[in-house]
């Protein structure tokens, strides 16, 4: 199982205040970067350390880490070539984001 932990606070002084499960999974981890995002049909590709792109639907429930913090996906605007790490789920035979860490380097 795997959670999104929220929590404030800076440096190793944090204070947890939530958790939400992303469920029991299996989850795939890909890093890569944006190719093309579309909010309108709510996907997400991204090309991967090895050249691979990959196409993920992006969740009703989706929640983005950013340097701003975590956010929903109405606020999820990238931009193609930034770094990105999604854990996603198959769901009816496609994979669908749940998480999206923006901070990651690839």
Avoid: C, H, W
Avoid at 47 to 71: H, M, Q, R
Avoid at 75 to 94: E, H, L, W, Y
């Amino acid at each position: 199982m795997r959670v999104i932990v929220y929590y404030f606070g800076y440096g190793s002084i944090r204070t947890v205040v939530a958790l939400r499960s992303l469920g029991a999974g299996p989850f795939t981890l890909t890093s890569g970067t944006v190719v093309n995002f579309s909010n309108g049909d709510r996907t997400l590709s991204i090309k991967d350390n090895s050249g691979v792109i990959k196409t993920f639907n992006i969740s009703s429930d989706l929640v983005v880490e950013a340097s701003t913090g975590a956010s929903e996906k109405t606020k999820f605007q990238p931009a193609k070539g930034d770094p990105v790490r999604v854990t996603a789920i198959m769901v009816n035979g496609s994979a669908t984001a749940l998480f999206i860490n923006t901070l990651v380097a690839n």
